[in-house]
Each structure stands twice: as structure tokens, then as C-alpha cells.
């Protein structure tokens, strides 16, 4: 499904702590199994993010002014794309991952939904700084972001990719993004490690994919899903605990682990709306309006040059 790394991947096991990527995640499986978090009670961020784009369509829509061009960079299944195409009615919409063959199967039925929509499929790494075909018109496009999905990169990343996404766009373009915001721990928490054990599954799912990927011999049930929030880095961090000592191997390498040992594998970042707004100046997007639901807990930015 991804382009594989084996080099990448074993030189983060062999790391002190070992770490592997949240982009492995997402194998087919892994897929499913976010976007059954995505329905789970704990989990507020897709329907806290959801609610606030119905409640606020109208201002959001006038503010956005027209948009001919639509960029989602990790599109996946284009949902959130075909209910914000068919409220600002754009030309065209370019959907960009990593799994282009996923998202071809999504952009076709877009297509097929919107009629007239000029939808396609990118395959690319926003995170290397992409480059679209020449034919897309560069006047009036708007890059959409949903889903803090920033929050998984750390600060200086996450401005790295505001700088690529404002390179998308010209003066009279804009962002549409999805953030995170700090909230109470407990409530953080919970969304990270549910009851029915989803998140859980979803993380020790990681290791089966890499078994795929680079050939290891890691067993799940021989693994426990840690998460917590990091006050300090503001983040919420998921880990993968050995349960008792364990040797993986793989074709050319192997690692061991003592028991209580970790790996960690998603840093999820919760940005308050005024430091997330100075990393958006820093990028070039000096003027910013959000959205945020009553409790504060996730916010809707439309930032412009
Ligand atoms: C897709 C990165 C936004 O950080 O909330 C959900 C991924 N990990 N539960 C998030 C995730 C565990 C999700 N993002």
C-alpha cells in the first residue's frame, strides 16, 4: 500500500527508544480499524470537527469566498472533501496520499457524485514538498486539512508543511485545517485508549504490518498499548510496551527488548488556537478565523496569505 522503507524502518527499531513512523499505521486493515475510532464514543475529534464544519457551513462558505481548485493533501476516502466540494462548488479537486490506489477508487466516486467536478488523484508525500501537474489552475485554490492530522507532526515539522501547503497557493488562495486543542487529560486520554480497546488494536496492528513490510516475526499479544498525554510537549504519546522480554528479527537485523521496554509510535499533538495561529503567521498565512465548539476542544481555521 505505502512505498516501503526497509532501511528506514529498521533504523528506527534500532533506535534507543525504537520507533516506527504513525504513516505504517494505515495498511488496509489499520484503515478500518481508524476509521472505526473515528465512531467510537471517546473519540471527539472527527465528530467535535464534523459538527463545527454543519454548524458553521454558511460563514465558513462566505468567508472562503469562491474556490476553484480544492487540495487535500492524505485524502483517503475523499468523504470530508465531497461534503465541503458540494458546499463551495469548485472546478476542480485534487486528493493526495500516499496510497494512490486507495485514493483513486475515492476520487472515481467523487467524480461520479459531483457531476462536472474535475477530481483527481495525486499520488505524492506532502511532508517532501509536492508538486502538482501543470494543469491545475493556480487562481482561487483552497488546501483543506481536516482531521488534525497536523498533530502528528512536532512543531518544526508542522511549520515545514504549512510552508509547503503555502507554496500551493497564491495570494488569493487559502488553508482550511483541522486542530487539535488542548483539553482536560482524562478526557484526552480516553479518546487514546477506549474502552472496546479499538486504539489498542490499532497500534499493535502496526507490528503486523511491518512483519509484511520488512519481513519481522513480531507477535502482537506480546505487546501492550500505552497512551498518555506528555504535558510538557503537549502531546498525546502511544506506545507499544513489551509485555516480557522479546527478541525480533528480521532478514538482516534483529532487536531485543526487556520487558517494559517501549516503542513509540504516534506523537499527537494538541496546539493551543494561539500558538497553532503564530506557527500559521510563521508559514505565511498572516490572517486567521476559527471555529471552535462550545467546550474549546477543537477548532476549524481558515487562514490566508
Ligand atoms: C489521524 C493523526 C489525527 O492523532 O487523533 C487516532 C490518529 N491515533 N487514534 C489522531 C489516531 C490514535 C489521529 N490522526
Same mark, same amino acid.
Given at each position: 500500500?505505502?512505498?516501503?522503507?526497509?532501511?528506514?524502518?529498521? !533504523?528506527?527499531? /534500532?533506535?534507543? &527508544?525504537? =520507533?516506527?513512523?504513525?504513516?505504517?499505521?494505515?495498511?488496509?486493515?489499520?484503515?478500518?480499524?481508524?476509521?472505526?475510532?473515528?465512531?467510537?464514543?471517546?473519540?471527539?475529534?472527527? =465528530?467535535?470537527? /464534523?459538527?463545527?464544519?454543519?454548524?458553521?457551513?454558511?460563514?465558513?462558505?462566505?468567508?472562503?469566498?469562491?474556490?476553484?481548485?480544492?487540495? !487535500?493533501?492524505?485524502?483517503?476516502?475523499?468523504?470530508?472533501?465531497?461534503?465541503?466540494?458540494?458546499?463551495?462548488?469548485?472546478?476542480?479537486?485534487?486528493?493526495?496520499?500516499?496510497?494512490?490506489?486507495?485514493?483513486?477508487?475515492?476520487?472515481?466516486?467523487?467524480?461520479?457524485?459531483?457531476?462536472?467536478?474535475?477530481?483527481?488523484?495525486?499520488?505524492?508525500?506532502?511532508?517532501?514538498?509536492?508538486?502538482? &501537474?501543470?494543469?491545475?489552475?493556480? @487562481?482561487?485554490?483552497?488546501?483543506?486539512?481536516?482531521?488534525?492530522?497536523?498533530?502528528?507532526?512536532?512543531?518544526?515539522?508542522?511549520?515545514?508543511?504549512?510552508?509547503?501547503?503555502?507554496?500551493?497557493?497564491?495570494?488569493?488562495?487559502?488553508?482550511?485545517?483541522?486542530?487539535?486543542?488542548?483539553?482536560?487529560?482524562?478526557?484526552?486520554?480516553?479518546?487514546?485508549?477506549? @474502552?472496546?480497546?479499538?486504539? @489498542?488494536?490499532? /497500534?499493535?496492528?502496526?507490528?503486523?504490518?511491518? /512483519?509484511?513490510?520488512?519481513?519481522?516475526?513480531?507477535?502482537?499479544?506480546? *505487546?501492550?498499548?500505552?497512551?498518555?498525554?506528555?504535558?510538557?510537549?503537549?502531546?498525546?504519546?502511544?506506545?507499544?510496551?513489551?509485555?516480557?522480554?522479546?527478541?525480533?528479527? *528480521?532478514?538482516?537485523?534483529? =532487536?531485543?527488548?526487556?520487558?517494559?521496554? =517501549?516503542?513509540?509510535?504516534?506523537?499527537?499533538?494538541?496546539?493551543?488556537?494561539?500558538?497553532?495561529?503564530?506557527?500559521?503567521?510563521?508559514?505565511?498565512?498572516?490572517?486567521?478565523? @476559527?471555529?471552535?465548539?462550545?467546550?474549546?476542544?477543537?477548532?476549524?481555521?481558515?487562514?490566508?496569505?
Amino acid at each position: 500500500m505505502h512505498p516501503t522503507h526497509p532501511s528506514a524502518i529498521t !533504523e528506527g527499531l /534500532n533506535q534507543h &527508544p525504537a =520507533r516506527i513512523s504513525p504513516k505504517y499505521f494505515y495498511d488496509q486493515r489499520g484503515s478500518l480499524l481508524f476509521e472505526a475510532i473515528t465512531r467510537l464514543p471517546e473519540y471527539y475529534p472527527t =465528530r467535535t470537527e /464534523n459538527a463545527l464544519m454543519q454548524a458553521h457551513a454558511a460563514d465558513m462558505a462566505q468567508q472562503l469566498g469562491p474556490v476553484r481548485t480544492v487540495i !487535500e493533501p492524505g485524502a483517503g476516502n475523499c468523504e470530508k472533501a465531497s461534503v465541503l466540494c458540494r458546499r463551495v462548488r469548485p472546478t476542480c479537486f485534487v486528493g493526495v496520499d500516499i496510497s494512490v490506489d486507495f485514493l483513486q477508487t475515492a476520487v472515481q466516486r467523487l467524480r461520479a457524485d459531483i457531476p462536472g467536478l474535475d477530481a483527481r488523484a495525486v499520488g505524492g508525500d506532502m511532508t517532501q514538498g509536492l508538486v502538482l &501537474p501543470a494543469d491545475i489552475p493556480r @487562481a482561487g485554490r483552497l488546501v483543506f486539512y481536516p482531521g488534525s492530522s497536523i498533530g502528528n507532526f512536532d512543531p518544526p515539522h508542522a511549520l515545514d508543511l504549512l510552508r509547503h501547503m503555502r507554496a500551493l497557493v497564491d495570494s488569493d488562495g487559502g488553508l482550511l485545517i483541522g486542530i487539535d486543542l488542548p483539553k482536560e487529560v482524562a478526557v484526552l486520554e480516553a479518546a487514546y485508549d477506549d @474502552a472496546a480497546g479499538v486504539t @489498542a488494536a490499532f /497500534n499493535r496492528n502496526v507490528l503486523t504490518h511491518l /512483519n509484511r513490510l520488512i519481513g519481522s516475526d513480531f507477535v502482537e499479544e506480546q *505487546w501492550a498499548h500505552r497512551a498518555f498525554f506528555n504535558r510538557e510537549a503537549s502531546r498525546i504519546e502511544m506506545h507499544l510496551e513489551a509485555l516480557a522480554p522479546i527478541r525480533v528479527r *528480521w532478514p538482516g537485523g534483529e =532487536r531485543c527488548f526487556a520487558a517494559g521496554e =517501549r516503542i513509540h509510535t504516534e506523537n499527537s499533538y494538541k496546539y493551543p488556537l494561539a500558538v497553532f495561529t503564530t506557527l500559521l503567521a510563521q508559514a505565511g498565512f498572516s490572517r486567521a478565523q @476559527a471555529w471552535t465548539d462550545e467546550q474549546g476542544w477543537f477548532a476549524v481555521v481558515h487562514a490566508r496569505p
